[in-house]
């Protein structure tokens, strides 16, 4: 399958800090998804990008699609405590959504 | 709306055995994903339906993998028998069609464990 690496692996913030991952694969993708997981649950989207350049915004979220189509990043300003999880990318080629290593988020009031 | 539903949200079983998962999806979605999610990876794709039909099942190791979708709404993914290397979260995932412009959603998953 699609190799999609999510850096940093893990990170831990202040509340209130800005934070920023990103995704990057060799494969060339024509959709972008950024889906969040809680423990014992399963992920659940966030934000989709359809087109290369695209920048779009779900409040606090901020995510673009890369222009080489093959990298996407997520932006999360302001954070919060509710922030805390697992985020995933995951990049569309032939039927499948294909997912990335994931950025696990710990958010210290 | 509803949300994909799963059922149990836990199993615990010894190698060899055998076990079923069981998914609904929101009503409506004509295409059903099965995903195998790792400890600490993302979610890899097993099988895919669209209606009652398999669109991929390249990825499922069917020597003891097996999913059926009749009459194209509920879902059964099987495990038969079970390895130590199968204990992970089954996550099952809707969309209205397979194509790219359709985000999937996700149910709560059932977590295997296998002793």
């Known amino acids: 399958g699609q190799q999609l690496n999510q850096s940093p692996q893990s990170m831990f913030i202040q509340e209130g800090e800005d934070v920023s991952m990103n995704c990057t694969s060799s494969s060339i993708f024509n959709t972008w998804l950024w889906y969040k997981q809680d423990p014992g649950e399963g992920p659940v989207l966030l934000i989709a990008l359809y087109k290369a350049g695209e920048l779009t915004s779900n409040g606090r979220l901020t995510a673009q699609f890369g222009i080489t189509r093959k990298d996407s990043f997520l932006n999360i300003s302001a954070s919060i405590p509710s922030d805390v999880g697992i985020y995933f990318c995951?990049?569309?080629?032939?039927?499948?959504?294909?997912f990335g290593t994931g950025t696990s988020l710990t958010v210290i009031p | 709306e509803a949300g994909v539903a799963q059922s149990p949200r836990y199993k615990i079983i010894e190698k060899r055995q055998s076990v079923a998962f069981w998914c609904n999806p929101i009503s409506g979605h004509a295409t059903l994903y099965w995903y195998q999610q790792i400890l600490g990876q993302g979610p890899k794709l097993l099988i895919q339906f669209q209606n009652n039909g398999v669109v991929d099942d390249s990825q499922l190791p069917k020597d003891r993998f097996s999913a059926e979708r009749l009459k194209g709404v509920d879902s059964t993914l099987k495990i038969q028998p079970a390895k130590l290397e199968d204990s992970a979260v089954y996550l099952c995932a809707s969309s209205w069609g397979g194509g790219s412009n359709y985000g999937y959603t996700f149910g709560s998953g059932t977590r295997l464990t296998v002793v």
């Open positions: 995951a990049g569309h080629q032939g039927n499948q959504f294909y």
